[in-house]
């Protein structure tokens, strides 16, 4: 069974930071997108920052400039840094593995909460 180890979150004050990690295989972690994604009550989830097949970097418009993705292949750990955080963006966050060609797959963590407050 595929894990992804998500930890990092908690509760923090507005402009403060955090920082998440997710650990899995080398197998997953090496040959899929590795990325994070977050979803609030009622919304669907959405894309925070991923890696491309060609290895550049997408974020989402809210988080730019202040959420950093980066991984340690060392490792098989993938990282998002938050800074300057904002009440908006407490929410669950998502560790994801996709793959798009060859075997397929799509694979989640548990869900880290990161809580904002004001």
């Known amino acids: 069974q595929v894990q992804l180890v998500e930890s990092g979150g908690g509760l923090v004050q507005a402009g403060g930071s955090l920082r998440l990690s997710c650990t899995t295989s080398?197998?997953?972690?090496?040959?899929?997108?590795m990325g994070w994604y977050r979803q609030t009550p009622g919304k669907q989830r959405e894309l925070v920052a991923a890696f491309t097949s060609g290895g550049s970097t997408n974020y989402a418009d809210a988080v730019k400039g202040r959420f950093t993705i980066s991984r340690d292949n060392d490792k098989n750990t993938l990282y998002l840094q938050m800074n300057s955080l904002k009440a908006e963006d407490t929410a669950v966050y998502y560790c994801?593995?996709?793959?798009?060609?060859?075997?397929?797959?799509?694979?989640w963590g548990q869900g880290t909460q990161v809580t904002v407050s004001s």
């Open positions: 994801n593995s996709r793959k798009d060609w060859g075997v397929r797959h799509d694979y």
């Open positions: 080398g197998s997953i972690f090496n040959f899929s997108n």
